[in-house]
Structure formats: structure tokens, C-alpha cells
């Protein structure tokens, strides 16, 4: 899938956007704070989510005058072409609307997929599982739409779980409806999560790739994950005790982590290099869009903030090979043109300036 328009208007430093893109890669070049993340932020909303900077509706409208923003584009999918908007008026709530009829995020993640690349993650491998687990949860959010309901429905009775256990509720059956969702959508989250790590895998296997294999295993902070819906529900009776001292949840999914190998070398991620480490988040970046690719039938939309300068010159042209055999529409930021130079006539570039104040957007 790709874009084929994306307009912004009063989104972060850009006013009035207007861009005309064909399915190639694009690169956007500018220095630095010009706006070139903001850009790919906007289009990081296609896909269903909070967008990459995980950002509240509110803070993306663009400061200091506009309370309001509008992200619009027409994308091209395997079953035709939609027009989509993302609105925020008055500092509510992000609204999505497809063809003009309000939608919901799950309508979206169902013509839309978009993975991503960007600074934060460089080091997804040395700290907190929280960061690892939120990157897993969207990968299997790329295959799996159900994903986000789970997530939401198990957060939800996971808070008013605690919140009885902070109160010290002894009372089992004030639990119990609580635990049963936990457990229905836990397990959900579980399975998903485990189905995408082995997605991935298979796309990793006989993947023409220039980038190291990532291999990911699902490990449980303390214990063994329950593997199903009733084993996380005895898990958690089970656990009440401990839990009343603990004053919240200490079985779950929301406990997980994963471990991240450099398969060839045997060695964790998190004690490899920078630059494997990065190596490894592009392999698994670049397996989890040949997988969307081959299961929809086309490539997701693939946003690298900022990869290009972190790799030499070989790595780079490989990159650019592997997003070009893929046929994907990556949006693509960099300093300088010179970044994407190996790629030639196969990408679009679009100058991306400070002009006081405002992002101005000059495609070249
Ligand atoms: N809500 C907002 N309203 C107005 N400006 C904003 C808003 N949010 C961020 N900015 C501004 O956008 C600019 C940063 O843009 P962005 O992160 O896209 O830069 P960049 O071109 O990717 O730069 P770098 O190369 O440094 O990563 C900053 O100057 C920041 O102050």
C-alpha cells in the first residue's frame, strides 16, 4: 500500500502541506528540527495506534496558535484507494474519518499498516522490558487488529483488579468477573504475541537479507507465562495472596518481556554491539513488513527516522535493496541528500526546511 496524497494542516511545526507522492520510497532530507519527523509522525497515523511518538491528540496540534490539526491522505491498497482524515478540533480526541464516514481505529487497521523505525528504540535492548513489550505488542498489532481490544480490555480490569488489591479487598468474589476478563483477554494478548514472534521467524528464515537474524523468544518476568485463558485464571486466584502484599498484579502478560539473540553469533542483543543492535531492530523491522506483505497481499508503509546515517555505505545500499525488492513506500529522514544518494532514480526526495518557524516542504 502506499500514499498517494498527504495533506497536513496545523500539525506540530507545519502549517498548510500539500504533497503529491507516487508508491516509490521517499526520502526527506533537511537539517535539523526542520520537520522531517513530524512528517513521518503524521504519516504514522495510518496505521491504527497513537502514532510513533505516541503522542496525546493535543500535543500535536501545532504551537502556539492552533488548537485544532487535520491529517488527510488517499491511500492505495490491494482493495482500492480510500480517502482517510485524522482530526483533532479544540484539543479532543483524535477522529478518524474513511471516505468521509467517521471510523474506527480497528476500520483503519484494516486498509492501513505502517511499521516504524525511530530513534527511541535504539535501546529497546538494554532497557526496561516495558519498551520491548510495547514494540511486540505492535508488531502483533501489524497482524493481528484484535490486538489493540485485548490490550485495552486487559489493561482495564488489570487497573480495577489493583485497584481492589491497593485496598486490601479480601473478599474473593469481588475478584472474579475481574480475573475472567483478565484471563480472556490476557490470553488473547498471550497468543498473539506468540503467533507473531513465530511470524516473524518464517519471514527471517528464508528471507535474501543482508541484515542479521533476530531471534525472539517470550520469557515471563518471574515464572512461566499461564498458557491459556484457564490457567491464567487459576494463575491469578493463585496469586491473590501475594498480590494483597504486592498492592497489584504480579501474574500476567503484562509481565512479559522478550529476549532478542543475534542468531548466528548466539549472542543477546543486549550485549552486542550498536550497530548490530541496531542491525537487528532493521531485520526485524524489514521481516515484520514481508510478512504483511505476503499475508495482505502488499507492503505496509515503512517509516525510518534517522537509519540511514547510523549505517556504512554497504549496509546503506543493502537497506535500500531490501526496501526496493519489497516495493514498500518507506518514508525515509536524513541531514542530507548524500544519505540516500544509493538509491538513485528508485526514491523521491523531498526537501524538508526551517523557514521561521514553519516547515516548508520542497519536492524536488
Ligand atoms: N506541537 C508543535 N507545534 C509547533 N512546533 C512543534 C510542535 N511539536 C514539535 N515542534 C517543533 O518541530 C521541530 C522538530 O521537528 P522534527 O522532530 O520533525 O525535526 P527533524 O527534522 O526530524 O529534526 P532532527 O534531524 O533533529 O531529528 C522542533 O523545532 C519542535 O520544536
Redesign the pocket.
Known sequence: MHLSRLSLSHF??HKQVSLEVDARPVALF??????????I?AVSLFSPGRGLRRAAAS?????PEALGWKVSGVLDGPDGAHEVDFLSEGGAAQVVRIDDKPASQVATGKIARAVWLV?AMDRLWIEGAEGRRRFLDRLALSFFPDHAQAALDYEKSMRERNRLLKDQVRDGHWYLALEAQMGRSGAVLHANRLRTLARLARAQEGAQTAFPVAELTLTQGEGEMPADEAALVGALAESRGRDLQAGRSLVGPHRADMLGVFAAKGVPASDCSTGEQKALLISLILANARALAEDEGAPPLVLL??VAAHLDAGRRAALYDEISALGAQAWM?G?GPELFAELGARAQRIE?R?EA?V?AVVPL
Open positions: 506540530r511545526s533537511g537539517p535539523n528540527g526542520a520537520g522531517k519527523t513530524n512528517l509522525e500535543d500535536m496540534a501545532r504551537r530513534p527516522d534517522e529522514t541531514t524538508v526551517d518557524g516547515s
